[in-house]
């Protein structure tokens, strides 16, 4: 039970960083293989000379598809992607190292070619599995990005593998679709349902002005959880932080950041997720992905990672 939670509580910590969202925010305080800044601040926004409200940005994140088709787009492209992730002790001293370099095709019999593979510390067991689940989840939800998992049309049920199959393809199905519930993952329920209206009292939203890659002029919408709120009140809001990032040129939405934490006696977790979009040629595509994350479920280790991807050289397929 307490891997199939672990294992569930990941997931559903991807699927809200890629709904709604560095772009800077609070951070565990540890190492960070992120070290390639990509926004550079200019002011608070005067809302009311840009013509702009909270409810602007907020409707513009829940109707958002441009992430969905980002992704799904990369199936028309061959691409490297650098992958670094690292483990760490209770001491949040590193442990473990993997890096992959990765040649993606969408052409011919090889889909990925490994250019170079590195391991060391404690990464796997003695029976080749990772040490820890959350590896094994960057590996689901990640890896198969590349492959099929973004693909409107991909199975969603029957598959094998039993309930925890069950549970990742029906959350999929939620990926895209923002401000809604994540039902049927265990003491999640509504957390995730931030801009209702009973949600928007515990939420504070600001506007800046920033420079993202320098060159392209955004806006930075931020939902944080009020300073005055009580301990209880602020201990149950599983979302801390909300930062989406919007090109002032077309509206759309070129990075997002949550920074999730919540506890209660069967888990406690703290995450920080981050993912980046750049324009290749007119096309907009994922370029940076990062993770910052603890988990601690009963009568498990507690499992404590972070991730860089980067992925560049992107090439169109002609065919396509």
Not at 24 to 36: G, K, M, V, W, Y
Request: net charge positive; with cysteine.
């Amino acid at each position: 039970m307490g891997e199939l939670i672990l294992k569930l509580f990941f997931l559903t910590s991807c699927i809200c960083f890629l709904y709604f969202g560095k772009l800077s925010a609070q951070e565990i305080d540890r190492f960070n293989p992120d070290t390639l800044k990509t926004i550079s601040l200019e002011s608070n926004v005067n809302i009311v000379s840009e013509k702009l409200s909270a409810e602007t940005f907020i409707r513009a994140v829940i109707s958002d598809t441009s992430f969905y088709e980002a992704f799904r787009r990369m199936k028309k492209y061959s691409f490297i992607a650098e992958n670094r992730i690292y483990t760490y002790d209770k001491k949040n001293k590193v442990n473990g190292r993997i890096y992959r370099k990765i040649r993606h095709r969408n052409t011919g019999p090889v889909k990925m070619e490994y250019l170079v593979k590195q391991d060391t510390g404690k990464v796997f067991k003695k029976n080749g599995k990772y040490q820890l689940y959350t590896l094994e989840m960057f590996d689901y939800i990640f890896m198969n990005a590349y492959q099929s998992d973004f693909v409107p049309d991909a199975p969603t049920g029957g598959s094998k593998g039993g309930t925890l199959s069950g549970y990742k393809a029906k959350l999929k199905t939620l990926i895209f679709n923002p401000g809604k519930p994540v039902k049927g993952i265990p003491f999640i329920g509504s957390k995730t349902e931030i801009f209702t209206a009973n949600m928007r009292q515990y939420y504070d939203y600001t506007f800046q002005s920033a420079t993202y890659l320098d060159s392209i002029p955004v806006y930075r919408f931020i939902v944080k959880v009020k300073p005055g709120l009580s301990k209880w009140t602020k201990d149950g809001l599983m979302i801390k932080e909300l930062i989406t990032v919007f090109d002032k040129r077309n509206f759309e939405i070129l990075g997002r950041h949550v920074d999730m934490k919540y506890s209660n006696m069967l888990f406690d977790f703290d995450v920080q997720m981050n993912i980046e979009m750049s324009y290749f040629g007119e096309d907009k595509l994922p370029s940076k992905i990062t993770y910052q994350g603890n988990w601690n479920v009963p009568f498990k280790k507690e499992e404590r990672a972070s991730f860089l991807i980067l992925q560049k050289d992107y090439q169109p397929d002609f065919k396509r």
